[in-house]
């Protein structure tokens, strides 16, 4: 009975190969990983969620989340982009350039550092000492903070999601103490800022030694890494930007508290898209560098096809889910579940983004550019006529539009590769 049943499904999952064209089972193996980490960090997201809901003034949080965001766009001075070029060339067996695009993205950071210490002393100069210090309390620890992340990219290109999902589970269940650790003991926002990137240098730091021991990068080298990283990073400052200009135009027009609602209702959509993003941005990356350009683009279709399959019965689910999850652990935060849920719906359309990550592996430098400038400034005229007039509703529905005309224009290149 059990034989009779294990060829039954193994009669399913090769006729299934063959409808979608892709591995199944190797995919499966690989989803069961990465997905392991998105549900423990999903845990953790919840466990910090229900910290800051319970513990912190909702003012306190807002601005918490503001200087997160401006961190974030500084965080593109760190060369971001050296990660896919390194993974890509990884994926090819020229390992060598992993050390060349690390000390890249340590000089470069440098530069983050210099202005968020500008932005510091311009707050505490002004009055805002809060802010001002929070910001130069973080500044030292950008140096590191996204260098040390380099890892990653020596793990995806060599496809190893088992130990890339083991080492980042450990380091978000680490980082995560550390910072829960630090609300409990405080509601001061200086001190709050400076454990979060204390905990994420400290843990990504001993990763980061861990796996370049476990696995030294082997000689083998290739050029052009370097131009392809700096490309990709120049077009992640901008993606950078547009992607964090929501909350601080919200914090600047609205206020601190107007930001943390807009946070917590963004809070259950980023946690689905992380795990979308991880199998597509993660997973596929290496996969369509190495494929030929004329199988990706018989293939693609039907991949994209499977994965609304997928994300368009899971948005719905999470869209009727939050009304009764948002009351019984955020109650204090009730007002952004219609936000949450119009977020929530907008996940079905997530597989668009397989055609810019097939773009960014088989495309040009030239293509990469047009898409990511394109996106990154529809986003931002958006959010600077929808913010002021609409307010979070206007931060909501800037990113739906944006993507849809980006979408259309992606498409139109992808066919032209």
């Known amino acids: 009975m059990l034989h009779k049943t294990r060829a039954a499904a193994d009669r399913v999952t090769n006729h299934a190969e063959r409808v979608f064209g ?72 020229k390992e060598r350039v992993f050390w060349h695009t690390f000390r890249k993205r340590l000089e470069w950071s440098g530069i983050g550092v210099l202005i968020t210490l500008i932005i510091g002393s311009y707050y505490v100069l002004h009055g805002n000492v809060a802010l001002g210090s929070a910001f130069l309390v973080a500044a030292p620890f950008l140096f590191v903070l996204d260098p040390f992340s380099h890892f990653n990219s020596l793990l995806l290109g060599r496809q190893r999601f088992r130990e890339y999902s083991f080492y980042n589970t450990a380091l978000q269940i680490a980082a995560t103490a550390m910072i829960l650790t630090t609300i409990f003991l405080t509601k001061n ?57 929501d909350a601080i135009l919200l914090f600047h027009f609205l206020g601190p508290v107007a930001l943390a609602v807009f946070s917590f209702a963004e809070a259950s959509s980023n946690q689905a898209q992380k795990m979308f993003k991880t199998v597509v941005s993660v997973m596929a990356f290496p996969k369509f560098a190495a494929v030929d350009t004329a199988l990706l683009k018989e293939t693609l279709p039907r991949k994209m096809l499977s994965a609304f399959l997928v994300t368009t019965p899971l948005a719905l689910l999470i869209a009727l889910i939050i009304p009764p999850f948002y009351h019984t652990l955020f109650p204090a935060y009730a007002e952004s579940i219609p936000y949450a849920q119009v977020l929530a719906g907008l996940l079905a359309f997530s597989p668009i983004r397989m055609i810019s990550t097939a773009i960014s592996a088989r495309g040009s430098i030239r293509d990469i550019y047009a898409i990511n400038t394109t996106s990154s400034v ?40």
Not at 41 to 62: R, W
Request: aromatic share 14%; hydrophobic share 55%; no cysteine.
């Open 22 to 93: 892709i591995d199944i089972r190797r995919f499966l193996k690989d989803w069961s990983w990465l997905s392991m980490n998105q549900v423990v960090g999903v845990i953790t997201a919840i466990s910090l969620a229900l910290a800051y809901s319970h513990l912190l003034p909702k003012e306190t949080y807002g601005t918490y989340q503001y200087v997160l965001a401006v961190i974030g766009v500084l965080s593109g001075f760190a060369l971001p982009g050296m990660d896919s070029a390194t993974q890509k060339w990884v994926a090819l067996g």
């Open 378 to 417: 529809l986003q931002i005229v958006f959010l600077l006529v929808m913010v002021p007039l609409y307010g979070i509703w206007g931060a909501i529905l800037a990113t739906p539009i944006q993507t849809i005309i980006t979408s259309v224009y992606a498409l139109w290149i992808f066919k032209r590769i």
């Open 189 to 245: 926002v200086i001190l709050i800022v400076g454990g979060y990137f204390f905990a994420f240098v400290l843990v990504r730091g001993i990763t980061f030694l861990r796996v370049i021991r476990k696995h030294k990068p082997n000689s083998e080298d290739a050029g052009g890494a370097i131009r392809y990283g700096a490309h990709m990073s120049l077009m992640n400052v901008a993606t950078g930007f547009a992607s964090q200009f």
